[in-house]
């Protein structure tokens, strides 16, 4: 476990801890700041992109080259969505898949198909973000 707490302009010391491919499982209130933080991590990587969060969509992709990003939000849907939708058999691709509202039913199903994933837990403090990395 690792703990961060940071304004919103030093994500990029967050990303230097986490993974650049594999399954991400973000967790945190609603205005936690998860899409900022994809948003923040997509154009870390270098990926100009305009990023929003996939509510209504429930994934976006984002891609430069050999590297791709998808970003799912299962508020709404939960892991039932995205079965349904036949969006779980993405999380096989070679990418890094950030999961807005990846709770432990996800995290179980994945891990039942041998996918591991990296879990991060975003609290809001007055002007900064707590950062928890779960692996």
Same mark, same amino acid.
């Given at each position: 476990m690792k703990e961060f707490i940071l304004f919103q302009d030093e994500l990029q010391v967050l990303f230097f801890?986490?993974? %650049?491919?594999?399954v991400v499982l973000l967790r945190g209130e609603v205005a936690s700041g998860k899409t900022t933080? /994809? %948003?923040k991590w997509v154009n870390f990587l270098g990926i100009q992109a305009e990023v929003h969060s996939p509510t209504?969509?429930?994934m976006q992709k984002y891609h430069k080259e050999t590297l791709?990003?998808?970003h799912y939000d299962l508020y709404q849907v939960g892991l039932q969505g995205i079965l349904a939708n036949g969006l779980f058999e993405i999380f096989f691709e070679k990418a890094l898949h950030c999961v807005e509202w990846?709770? +432990? +039913?996800v995290e179980k199903a994945l891990g039942r198909l041998g996918i591991t994933s990296t879990i /991060? +837990?975003?609290?809001?403090l007055e002007q900064k973000r707590k950062y928890t990395i779960y692996e």
């Open positions: 801890h986490l993974p %650049q491919d594999g933080l /994809v %948003q209504f969509s429930l791709c990003v998808y990846g709770d +432990e +039913e /991060v +837990e975003i609290i809001a």
